[in-house]
Nanobody
């Protein structure tokens, strides 16, 4: 059973940086595309960034483009989200997501809280 564990969240001031880590276990990491989503209080969960199996292709929400960078390490079965120039609108619970081949082969982590103060 695939398990995802996020870490690296915290409370920071506007303009600061954080690096989130998603540790993957229970499957073949190199067979899963990875993504980050976030959910702010009272809002729907939204897409933040994704990275392909090989790492060659990345996609970003317009709201984070140029500030956030998604990456992966297939040797260490981990995905990362480097977040720079954080602002209060980035405050949310950040979730790691893994998508593999086949129906229902989708997994979520438990989330990590990111709070940005002004």
């Amino acid at each position: 059973q695939v398990q995802l564990v996020e870490s690296g969240g915290g409370l920071v001031q506007a303009g600061a940086s954080l690096r989130l880590t998603c540790a993957f276990s229970g499957g073949s990491f190199s067979g899963y595309a990875m993504a980050w989503f976030r959910q702010a209080p009272g809002k729907e969960r939204e897409f933040v960034a994704s990275i392909s199996v090989s790492g060659a292709n990345t996609f970003y929400a317009d709201s984070v483009k140029g500030r956030f960078t998604i990456s992966r390490d297939n040797n260490n079965a981990a995905a990362y989200l480097q977040m720079n120039s954080l602002n209060p609108e980035d405050t949310a619970v950040y979730y790691c997501n893994a998508v593999g081949d086949g129906v229902g082969n989708v997994y979520w982590g438990q989330g990590t809280q990111v709070t940005v103060s002004s």
